[in-house]
C-alpha cells in the first residue's frame, strides 16, 4: 500500500525568502515520487519527479527536492520565492515496482507569497 | 503543441442525469488517466487506460460511472444518474506510456443541482 501526507496545509513566505513544502510517504516497494503545481485555473504541471537515480533532484523555476528512505520524506524546496509560486503544490507517490501505476495525491499545499 | 483538453469546462445538470466528459489526450499518448478532485482535496484516482483497454478501473466510487477509450484516443467519462455527491472537478492527464510524466488537461467542472 502507499500514501503520501502533506504535513502543511498553507505555507506562507515573503518574496525572497526560501521556501520549504514538507512530504512524508508510506511504500511497500521503490516509490516514484512527484510533485505537481496548480495554479489557480490551469492544469497540474509537472516540477520534478524521482524515480530511483540521484536523490537530489532539481525541476523546473528553481525547485528541487530531495529523498530521504530514512526518513520517508521528499521535501519541496525553492531558495528564493517569487510571487508568481503562489499556487498549490501537490507530492505525488507511485510504487511501478509493486505493479501499481496508480498516483496517489497528497491533499496540497497552498503556497502563500507576500511582496 | 496541443495539450490535453477536456469538454465542457463546465457542466450544470440536475440530480438523476446523465453526464458525458470528454478528454482529448495528447497525441500519440497511450496512457490515460481520469481522476476526481474535491475542494481542499488532492485528484482522487478513478480509472486508467492503456491503448484502448481500462487497465485499471478499481478508482471508480461505483457502477453509476463508467469511462470508454473505444480507439485508444479520446476518452468519455460517463455518469449515471447523478448524484449531488458527484459535483467536483474531474481531471484528464495522459502521458506516452504508463511510466512516464503526466499531463493534465484543465479538467470538468461538474455541479449537480
Known amino acids: 500500500a502507499q500514501s503520501v501526507t502533506q504535513l502543511d496545509s498553507h505555507v506562507s513566505v515573503s518574496e525572497g525568502t526560501p521556501v520549504l513544502l514538507r512530504c512524508n510517504y508510506s511504500?511497500?516497494?521503490?516509490?516514484?515520487l512527484f510533485w505537481y503545481v496548480q495554479h489557480p485555473n490551469k492544469g497540474l504541471q509537472l516540477l520534478l519527479k524521482?524515480?530511483?537515480?540521484?536523490?537530489l533532484v532539481k525541476g523546473i523555476n528553481g525547485f528541487e527536492a530531495e529523498f530521504k528512505k530514512s526518513e520517508t520524506s521528499f521535501h519541496l524546496t525553492k531558495p528564493s520565492a517569487h510571487m508568481s509560486d503562489a499556487a498549490e503544490y501537490f507530492c505525488?507517490?507511485?510504487?511501478?515496482?509493486?505493479?501499481?501505476?496508480?498516483?496517489?495525491f497528497g491533499r496540497g499545499t497552498s503556497l502563500i507569497v507576500h511582496p | 503543441g496541443a495539450g490535453v483538453s477536456q469538454t465542457p469546462s463546465n457542466k450544470v445538470t440536475e440530480k438523476g442525469k446523465y453526464v458525458e466528459l470528454r478528454c482529448d489526450p495528447i497525441?500519440?499518448?497511450?496512457?490515460l488517466y481520469w481522476y476526481r478532485q474535491s475542494l481542499g482535496q488532492g485528484p482522487e484516482f478513478l480509472i486508467y487506460?492503456?491503448?484502448?483497454?481500462?487497465?485499471?478501473d478499481s478508482g471508480l466510487p461505483n457502477d453509476r460511472f463508467f469511462a470508454v477509450r473505444p480507439e485508444g484516443s479520446v476518452s468519455t467519462l460517463k455518469i449515471q444518474r447523478t448524484e449531488r455527491g458527484d459535483s467536483a472537478v474531474y481531471l484528464c492527464?495522459?502521458?506516452?506510456?504508463?511510466?512516464?510524466?503526466?499531463?493534465f488537461g484543465p479538467g470538468t467542472r461538474l455541479t449537480v443541482l
Open positions: 524521482y524515480t530511483s537515480a540521484a536523490t
Open positions: 505525488v507517490v507511485s510504487d511501478p515496482t509493486g505493479g501499481s501505476y496508480i498516483p496517489t
Open positions: 487506460f492503456q491503448g484502448t483497454g481500462a487497465a485499471d
Open positions: 497525441s500519440g499518448h497511450t496512457a
Open positions: 511504500s511497500s516497494y521503490s516509490p516514484s
Open positions: 492527464a495522459s502521458s506516452l506510456t504508463i511510466l512516464e510524466e503526466q499531463f
